[in-house]
């Protein structure tokens, strides 16, 4: 069973920057999609940012220019640099992790880790 174990949340001022990991235990296919997604009080969850193991990315357009998404495949672990954080950031993030091994599509997220955006 694959858990997605998430560190880095926590709390800051506005124009401040936090960095979320996001680490994968168990076996999982070396081709995948990583990601966070964010759940703000009372809203759905939306895309904040997604990488392949090739290294292609998609942003969130509230996002664009602000944080930035990479990973480390020899380690599996997926990153997310916060930069010019803004109250509007502030929510759980959630990890995700998907991929396709022949026609079984696997999809795991993580429990969440909170930021909190204010002064």
């Known amino acids: 069973q694959v858990q997605l174990v998430e560190s880095g949340g926590g709390a800051v001022q506005p124009g401040g920057s936090l960095r979320l990991a996001c680490t994968p235990s168990g076996n999982i296919f070396s081709t995948n999609n990583m990601g966070w997604y964010r759940q703000a009080p009372g809203k759905q969850r939306e895309l904040v940012a997604t990488?392949?193991?090739?290294?292609?990315?998609n942003y969130g357009d509230s996002v664009k220019g602000r944080f930035t998404i990479f990973r480390e495949n020899a380690k599996n672990t997926v990153y997310l640099q916060m930069n010019s954080l803004k109250p509007e950031d502030t929510g759980v993030y959630f990890c995700?992790?998907?991929?396709?091994?022949?026609?079984?599509?696997?999809?795991?997220w993580g429990q969440g880790t909170q930021v909190t955006v204010s002064s």
């Open positions: 990488v392949t193991s090739g290294g292609s990315t």
């Open positions: 995700n992790l998907h991929y396709w091994v022949r026609d079984i599509y696997n999809n795991y």
